[in-house]
């Protein structure tokens, strides 16, 4: 079956540091990709997606890019803000042939925290 | 704001009862799925419907079961509650159609079974 696996953290880094948070999946096919993120209290927001192999996904100075060869999407942003403190999704489904798509398979889950 | 709602927001039970969770999907959207998120289990996929019909199942227990109306809001009907069936609980949505695989999460309903 499908699956996500992520770093779960907590990570912890100082503002304006440099993220990066690895998400690496396995499923059959073409599988979309999404990064979605939770802050505390809220329900999961989408933060960046990508639909095929070497698309990049981008949103709010995050980016993340679809490696088919290493099965990867990875989260990276150039200088992080205290106001990025939240839990980061990495998750995947698969497109059904006439349309819409399967329920979203999620890794755990990476908890950051961006000191001042 | 996803455009997604639920109720209630917070739902506290005892063991053994019956609950019942409601979602209404953003304007348009045809399709409805259900998640838990659980401290053990993290964030699973439970059921999926489109347009009144069951279209998919995730790992939903025996116990659970879900329907989606005519005017496209969607239960989660919860039985013979344990424990283990504190967590929270999201609704989703989405449209139909090529391309339209995003999905929007609604706030959530966190139930407690003591």
């Known amino acids: 079956g499908n699956s996500v696996t992520q770093m779960e953290g907590p990570v912890t880094l100082s503002e304006e540091a440099f993220l990066t948070i690895n998400c690496t999946y396995t499923?059959?096919?073409?599988?979309?990709l999404f990064w979605y993120v939770q802050y505390p209290g809220e329900g999961l927001q989408l933060l960046l997606k990508a639909t095929k192999a070497d698309d990049k996904g981008s949103n709010k100075g995050f980016e993340a890019t679809y490696r088919k060869e290493t099965t990867s999407f990875h989260l990276e942003k150039g200088s992080v803000q205290v106001s990025d403190s939240a839990v980061y999704f990495c998750?995947?489904?698969?497109?059904?042939?006439?349309?819409?798509?399967?329920?979203?398979?999620f890794g755990k889950g990476t908890h950051l925290i961006i000191q001042p | 704001d996803s455009g997604v709602t639920q109720t209630p927001k917070h739902l506290i039970t005892a063991t053994g009862q019956r609950v019942t969770l409601r979602c209404s999907p953003r304007?348009?959207?045809?399709?409805v799925y259900w998640y838990q998120q659980s401290l053990d289990q993290g964030l699973q996929f439970l059921i999926q419907?489109?347009?009144?019909?069951?279209?998919a199942k995730g790992n939903i227990l025996e116990r659970f079961s879900a329907q989606q109306f005519p005017d496209l809001h969607s239960e989660l009907n919860l039985s013979s509650l344990e424990l283990g069936d504190s967590a929270l609980y999201f609704c989703a949505s989405s449209g139909v159609g090529y391309g339209t695989d995003t999905q929007y999460f609604g706030p959530g309903t966190r139930l407690t079974v003591l």
């Open positions: 419907y489109y347009n009144g019909e069951e279209r």
């Open positions: 998750a995947l489904s698969k497109m059904y042939s006439g349309g819409g798509a399967d329920g979203l398979t």
């Open positions: 304007s348009g959207d045809l399709s």
């Open positions: 499923a059959t096919g073409y599988p979309s």
